[in-house]
């Protein structure tokens, strides 16, 4: 078990935003192997990224989900199962 001092040695010799860095992969890794896992356990399936939005009203969520199903549907229209 590392001592306090050894915590913080290593503490120091990382930036802020290096760990920030790496904090956000372990988000971006996670979900690259939940895209895998479910690639195998569907091969036929697409995957279709949920578009980058920035929502302030009821309309603004409404044009996104539209978006979204529109971007979804023409593959469920051929049987193909959508991986978002």
């Given at each position: ?14 930036s802020l ?50 978006e979204l ?16």
């Amino acid at each position: 078990m590392a001592s306090g001092g050894s915590l913080l040695h290593a503490l120091d010799q990382t930036s802020l935003t290096a760990w920030q860095d790496r904090i956000s992969l372990v988000a971006h890794q996670r979900d690259q192997a939940r895209q895998r896992a479910a690639k195998q356990l569907e091969p036929e399936s697409v995957s279709v990224a949920a578009p980058a939005a920035t929502i302030k009203t009821s309309e603004d969520l409404d044009r996104y989900v539209e978006e979204l199903r529109a971007r979804v549907q023409s593959h469920l229209a051929n049987g193909t199962t959508v991986i978002i």
